[in-house]
């Protein structure tokens, strides 16, 4: 099992940056799959990026593509968001997710762990 805890979190203006960072611990960090997802209020949660165990492939929702960077430092067992040129409509509760690694790596699919969130908003 790996525990989840999202940090990072805050409220910005609109074309600012923050850093979300997702500390694991339990199991091997570097053995899982790794996601970001959103949730605004009145809103499904949806996904933002995900990146495989080797850290050979990542991808992003559409609407981050160019200013959204994920990342994992395995020495610290921590993923990482970068979030550039934030917009009002990036406003939600962050999370984290891990799946192990055997599993197909699918990044919108079925994660097997959650982080608590951390909530952006992104003032206009």
């Known amino acids: 099992q790996v525990q989840l805890v999202e940090s990072g979190g805050g409220l910005v203006q609109a074309g600012g940056s923050l850093r979300l960072s997702c500390a694991a611990s339990g199991r091997t960090f570097s053995t899982y799959h790794m996601g970001w997802f959103r949730q605004a209020p009145g809103k499904e949660r949806e996904f933002v990026a995900a990146i495989n165990w080797s850290g050979r492939k990542i991808d992003y929702t559409d609407s981050v593509k160019g200013r959204f960077t994920i990342s994992t430092d395995n020495a610290k067992s921590t993923l990482y968001l970068q979030m550039n040129s934030l917009k009002p409509e990036d406003t939600a509760l962050y999370y984290c997710?891990?799946?192990?690694?055997?599993?197909?790596?699918?990044?919108?699919?079925?994660?097997?762990?959650w982080g608590q969130g951390t909530q952006v908003t992104v003032s206009s």
């Open positions: 997710a891990a799946k192990y690694y055997t599993g197909t790596y699918a990044p919108k699919g079925k994660y097997d762990y």
